[in-house]
């Protein structure tokens, strides 16, 4: 008895394996479109606080104005400092998928 109980365990934790979603799939709904790389997490939680992401990835900024665009944000729009080691990954992944070649929009469109 004891051991049927733990073949059928076996297989129900095997089988429900097999119907995950394909984990690019999932993730990327999870992130709501922002691409993998260091500081998604941060731009994710951090600005959507007061406006949709779409604000943020509809812009195609380089990192100083990038940078000029938070400092607004924080100066004029009341939004919370990042700490210190934040900016880093802020300003990087902006930069890196939302600058002036918008690599994120061309990875969507698949070029
Ligand atoms: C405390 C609130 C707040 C937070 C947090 C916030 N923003 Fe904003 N943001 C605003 C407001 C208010 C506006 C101007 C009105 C609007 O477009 O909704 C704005 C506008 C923008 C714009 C458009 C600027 C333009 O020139 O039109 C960008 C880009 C932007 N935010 C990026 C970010 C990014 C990136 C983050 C996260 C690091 C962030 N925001 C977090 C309040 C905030």
């Known amino acids: ?3 049927n109980i733990r073949k059928l365990s076996f297989l129900v934790v095997f089988a429900s ?3 995950q979603a394909p984990a690019g799939y999932a993730s990327e709904d999870e992130w709501l479109g922002l691409p993998e790389g260091n500081g998604r997490e941060e731009v ?3 600005c959507q606080a007061c406006h949709s992401l779409m604000t943020v990835t ?13 400092v607004w944000m924080i100066e004029e729009q009341g939004m919370a400092e990042p700490d210190e080691e934040e900016w880093g990954p802020i300003l990087d992944y902006l930069s890196t998928f939302y600058g002036r ?4 929009k061309n990875m969507a469109a698949g070029d």
């Open 17 to 19: 394996w097999g119907f």
């Open 1 to 3: 008895m004891r051991k």
């Open 44 to 46: 994710f939680y951090s």
């Open 58 to 70: 509809q812009q195609g900024l380089n990192r100083e104005s990038w940078k000029e665009t938070l």
């Open 101 to 104: 070649d918008r690599k994120a």
